[in-house]
């Protein structure tokens, strides 16, 4: 049974970081490229950031040059750092899992993946 259990979510004062951790379980998380979305209240699901299984990076624009995607193998976890956050960065961030075979040009759509975490909650207060 595969399991994405995302961890780190919280309260933060604009202009903080966090630090979000997804770690998976009952797959073979090489064989997988990663993505974190995020959804805010009355809006929908919307793509944050991708990293394939040989650790290349996509962002979406609003994100670009403040949150790093990251994953470590050996520990079949993915994270997001988040820095310089702003209000409208508050959601629930969810991690989601889809295979590398499938082609690079879906990473940023969440019909494209297979497996989801029951996401965490971050506020950013301004």
């Known amino acids: 049974q595969v399991q994405l259990v995302e961890s780190g979510g919280g309260l933060v004062q604009a202009g903080g970081s966090l630090r979000l951790s997804c770690a998976a379980s009952g797959l073979t998380f090489t064989s997988y490229n990663m993505g974190w979305f995020r959804q805010a209240p009355g809006k929908e699901r919307e793509f944050v950031a991708a990293?394939?299984?040989?650790?290349?990076?996509n962002y979406a624009d609003s994100v670009k040059g403040r949150f790093t995607i990251s994953r470590d193998n050996a520990k079949n976890t993915v994270y997001l750092q988040m820095n310089s956050l702003k209000p409208e960065d508050t959601a629930v961030y969810y991690c989601?899992?889809?295979?590398?075979?499938?082609?690079?040009?879906?990473?940023?759509?969440?019909?494209?993946?297979?497996?989801w975490g029951q996401g965490t909650q971050v506020t950013v207060s301004s």
């Open positions: 989601a899992a889809r295979s590398r075979t499938l082609a690079i040009v879906g990473r940023t759509t969440a019909t494209q993946y297979h497996y």
């Open positions: 990293i394939t299984s040989g650790s290349s990076t």
